[in-house]
DNA sequence: ATATTATAGACAATATTAATCGGCGATTAA
DNA sequence: TTAATCGCCGATTAATATTGTCTATAATAT
């Protein structure tokens, strides 16, 4: 049970478009290119973000994508959600109710599933903890973590397409 | 992406065992029969379930599995770990270090990943709420939620086997 | 002994994920 | 206005994971 790496594409690539001026934008290709991925399937997942309005697209020649918003209101969960969908991690098919008990007397009213309102209330601890974390504050986390030389050589390429 | 069902037939059979006297056991054939499961496939979740001390096993006739501790001691996660084992839900595959600049000059040390640190502490909160969630707390909470009749129907089921 | 049960592993069907391909329309630059 | 570049969309494929089944084996109560 994993997230599909679409979602470490997306929030791996949306870092990059975090300081690109909002006239500007980033090309798929670019992104792929600078770190390895496929072409395609990258704009498979651009197309979800842009679908969530996370990012906007600018098509034709020098086109490409930018955010869409403030890094400051995109967090690791919108960007979760916009590529993996809504649905919640446990799948609850209401066993309980498909017990022999109930099999026999069917009038019994369908209650909710304790089990699952554990699960439920336990993925929603874990959202709240992504929704804390946008994408504004990692770029601040980059910026305190990562060599000085290496984000501006990141910026650098990402800008000199459009020089 | 979603837990696979293993681990919803892991918790509603568990319950199950929980007021079964510690000298008795439930058979795969009657837990898969009263919730209208694949018998074969819920030996598998038991075979997990075994192997990670949550439960243990008596073959032979009249076998079946029994809790292999106190209620008490058995979290939500201890379950959903045994079932699904303990690999974290986000991927991080260190796109970073596939980059263009690293592939440049590959003698920069390796840092951990940022976004990677904050998944695996966002997954930490939704297990930490899974891990303050017990089978026995699960017992009280249905004896609370559902009918009476129910739940006294549900352990004649079980415990009839073995009058 | 025999029937019943867990255990283990090989196998198979299905679903999901990851990625490719090809055609379309939009845009820009020449 | 034409050619090249780009995002967009749908169909298709390949690989992998899930959800089972089937068979053989070992343990055990009757």
């Known amino acids: 049970m994993q997230y599909s790496v679409g979602v470490e594409y997306a929030l791996h690539c949306l870092v990059y478009l975090i300081d ?3 006239k500007e934008s980033v090309g798929i290709k670019d992104l792929a290119e600078f770190q390895g991925l496929s072409e395609t ?3 498979k997942v651009f197309g979800k973000l842009s679908k969530a309005g996370i990012v906007s697209s600018v098509s034709g020649v020098k086109g490409g ?3 869409s918003k403030s890094p400051e209101d995109i967090s690791f969960w919108d960007v979760i959600e ?3 969908g809504p649905k919640p991690i446990f799948q609850c098919k209401n066993i309980k109710d498909n017990g022999y008990l109930y099999r026999e007397n069917c009038c ?3 209650s909710s599933c304790t089990i699952n309102l554990v699960m439920l209330s336990a993925e929603e601890k874990m959202r709240d903890y992504l929704r804390s ?3 504004s504050w990692l770029n601040e986390e980059l ?3 990562l060599p000085k030389q290496i984000r501006e050589d990141t910026q650098k390429y990402f800008s ?3 020089i």
Do not use: G, H, Q, T
């Open 20 to 22: 690109v001026p909002s």
């Open 41 to 43: 399937f990258l704009s």
């Open 65 to 67: 994508y930018r955010l």
């Open 82 to 84: 916009a590529v993996e």
């Open 108 to 110: 019994s009213a369908p």
């Open 133 to 135: 974390k946008s994408l």
């Open 143 to 145: 910026d305190r973590v």
């Open 160 to 162: 000199k397409s459009n």
